[in-house]
């Protein structure tokens, strides 16, 4: 039988808290942890304050030793480790942490593997479970500490071997000799699990005098210890209580904590669906601090222990478990983890439209193994009219959405993105949900067909469709980028709608390329009054065309004659075209002025010698007249649909990414905002925006003026580290996770929630301490034990007792505080006598749950 290690999590069973994450102690020597730091014998104390640390090696003959000396060597190693660890740990720089301090380490001894746990709690005055006094069942603590109260021990186990009663007793002797040779501050308690630990656990410890600790658990409950009488009554005859010389009885203080459990909650909505909750139960602790054994009256007829009116309330979540790949509770970032599954299928896709063409085998093998391939695809790919229907409501959606409130919430600055419930972000969405990346570039080519349908008929944005924005490409000319935040794809397809609106409207207006003119003004020598000219359309950029532009012009001089004609030279030769035909007494600096004052574009980077040759060798010609356009949009359409349709699969499927990426992110930061934006959720938020950012060198708002052309075209070819990726899902699914569970809070407790939700979601625990937030609690427990009650099936004796029958064949369901609790906890523990000039430490732990009851008892016996 396979033991089970006493460190584990919530047992189903034994346990009601979780085991915390402890920060494990650094090496001395190296940055390594502890747990993997190769072990040095050493003879000696290890020396205090700011000495130096040294290695001293022990040397001792073991040809005559017992297997039992052998084992007690090994631990008194492991000991004297901790104890230079510990102590360099709460002497350093975080000596005034609280933190639990943990060690694991491990040796082989006859065949055997033998475990190690050590833990340290440094004790502070300000700990918040110390608010309680002793009895505070801390819920984030070993269990351990709950039952016997001990906050510095060593767990001894052996790897996959459950251990019998008298073999746990060797061992704890061995353990316990070992430690008593080290000069441990503070000295530890020593444990062995019997039998895998769950129902027995031995003890011991010297501290000058012999602490005995044992622990049993019972299937049944004895009707005499469900209550602090019965208890009391046991404990006292266990310990021998009537100690002293005139037999005067010492004063027993007690703890109580009463527990109840909340497991089943309205209807979960996912995106509109039904789903898994994000939390999985939630637990009520009723928590009586000490208390002198009298003042509260609890046995079988009566008692006094109301939870309504216990002193303190906390509340706890256990979060539902992510299960593959985010599962329940992170559905979002699973569809970002199917799309990084497509890399290695769509590196064989060299262009979209091509990998649709069926290729003719050429051999009779190559015959079968493509008749071989079509079957499995048959299989992953969506059926036809599947395909048909994802296309239709792929095509539903605008190119750029017109409402207002699907604008971006959370800054990712150029973080290569799509319109938010537009065309693109829906086509990633759907191809995250394909089984294979084929069914994506099917989809993908049945919308890019529709798309082809529609310019060559010319055919009107829909009315849900807004003009896609631009912006100038730089303060000297009047071409337009689109915007840079979004995706290579998504300019193009907004380019491509920007060209059908142009010759859409070519029926109405006489000059569709044209910009109308706006006025007049007066030159700076004031001999004549200027017209504002008719423009050309502005050329119109995507990344790629910008890009392609500074490469050009990388190796030409600044304010070059050859980088001016390369950059502007059509613009400005169209400009002057048009402007000296409505101004034929204009001179050049009239020109100029009108591109500062009128355009409110910089002359300063171009050579005056260039500026009088254009002006001179230019024709005036009305815009409406010139036959060569800026923006073309038959020329721009088909450039725009040829890049679609020949784009490569791994271009494709990084596009897609980025879109779900962002458009996560942005939905993400909308829910954080329903939620009242707690301060734990954009802390998290703000790490996915950092690791998103440096692993795809995505630019912020201030460093997009500084382009390094290398970095941006790899950025739009290439996947990042495959680190950086896990990173970037991690963090996501936190954030989701988080996120869910903020909404789930809400949900249950309405605006209750407020005082409680960042307790909740950092700690997962909070402190109840307004009379409105009991009652809402109250109420989500009551309404939780509803709905257990309409479940189906064999009722338990816990069921059974929440209904009371008031007639035959009609039952209501008791209150949450009217019926039996998940469990009732009980710590007693006698104080020192007045007439005994000695303290021995007695203490009992007792856990009564409907199946089982547990007893942990705590015995300190004097040496003779």
Partial sequence: MVSVPPTGGLSAEDDLDRTPLARQVQGLDSGRT???????????????????????????????????????????????????????????????????????????????????????????????????????????????????????????????????????????????????????????????????????????????????????????????????????????????????????????????????????????????EEGEDAIESMKLHCLWPAFPLGAFVDDANFSE?????????????????????????????????????????????????????????????????????????????????????????????????????????????????????????????????????????????????????????????????????????????????????????????????????????????????????????????????CVVPSLLCPALLTEDLRLQRQMAAAGLAEQSAERAELSLGKEMQADVAAFKAENMEADLEDFLQWREEIEGLSNGGFPRAWLEKLWEQTDPKLASEQQKRLFDPFRDAEMALHYLESIEGPQLLLQLFRVLLRNTLEELSDEMAEAGNPTYLRVLRDRVVSTSLQAFRWKSKEDQEEVDVQATLEELTEFPEEEDLQSILAAMEVLESSTRLAFSIRAKLGDHADGLLEDLLSEGEADVTQPDQRMAIENLFEQSRWLESQLDGPRSRAQLARARVQRPGQERLLGIFESLPLAKEFVLQLQPCETSNTHRMRRMYAEVRENHMRLALVRELSFS
């Fill in 305 to 529: 222990l109301d939870p309504r009116s216990a002193p303190y309330w906390k509340l706890r979540l256990l979060r539902r478990s992510a299960g593959a790949a985010g599962g329940a509770t992170a559905p979002r970032t699973a569809r970002l983890e199917a799309l990084l599954g497509f890399r290695r299928e769509a590196k064989q896709i060299r262009s979209a439209e091509q990998s649709m063409h069926s290729q003719v085998p050429k051999t009779a093998m190559a015959s079968l193994t493509a008749a071989i391939q079509e079957s499995l695809e048959s299989i992953l790919l969506p059926t036809a009219g599947e395909m048909l229907s994802m296309t239709d409501l792929c095509m539903s959606l605008p190119v750029v959405p017109r409402r207002a409130d699907l604008s971006a919430t959370c800054d990712l600055g150029s973080a290569a993105g799509a319109r938010r419930g537009g065309r693109l972000v829906q086509m990633a969405v759907l191809s995250a949900k394909m089984r294979c990346f084929k069914g994506a570039v099917m989809l993908w080519c049945s919308m890019l067909a529709r798309m082809r349908r529609q310019w060559d008929a010319l055919e009107a944005p829909s009315a849900d469709s807004a003009m896609a924005t631009t912006s100038r490409l730089d303060a000297s000319a009047r071409t337009e980028l689109f915007d840079s935040s979004m995706c290579l794809a998504q300019q193009k397809m907004e380019l491509l709608e920007r060209s059908i609106r142009a010759k859409t409207s070519s029926a109405a207006l006489s000059a569709p390329s044209a910009r109308a003119a706006q006025g007049s003004f007066v030159s700076r020598n004031g001999r004549r009054n």
């Fill in 34 to 272: 502890v747990e993997d730091a190769d072990r040095v014998p050493v003879d000696a104390p290890v020396r205090s304050g700011q000495e130096e640390e040294e290695e001293i090696f022990e040397i001792r003959d073991f040809t005559n030793a017992s297997s039992f000396e052998r084992l007690s060597h090994q631990i008194s190693l492991a000991s004297k480790h901790w104890a230079a660890a510990s102590r360099a740990a709460t002497t350093g720089a975080s000596g005034a942490s609280e933190e639990v301090l943990q060690m694991k380490d491990g040796f082989e001894l006859g065949g055997f593997r033998y475990e190690l746990l050590f833990q340290l709690v440094p004790i502070g005055e300000t700990k918040k479970e110390d608010r309680l006094g002793l009895h505070a069942f801390p819920t984030r603590a070993h269990r351990l500490q709950r039952w016997f109260g001990v906050r510095h021990f060593l767990i001894l186990s052996i790897n996959n071997h459950n251990i019998d009663l008298d073999s746990a007793r060797t061992l704890l002797s061995a353990a316990v000799l070992a430690t008593a040779a080290v000069p441990l501050r503070p000295r530890l308690s020593c444990f062995v699990p019997v039998e895998g630990g769950r129902k027995r656990v031995l003890g011991e410890a010297l501290h000058g005098r012999r602490t005995i600790y044992c622990t049993d658990l019972h299937s049944s409950v004895q009707p005499s210890l469900e209550h602090l009488a019965g208890l009391s009554d046991f404990f006292r005859r266990k310990v021998e209580a009537e100690v002293g010389d005139d037999k005067e009885p010492c004063t027993m203080m007690v703890g109580v904590r009463f527990t109840y459990s909340a497991d089943h909650f309205d209807t979960w909505q996912v995106d509109g």
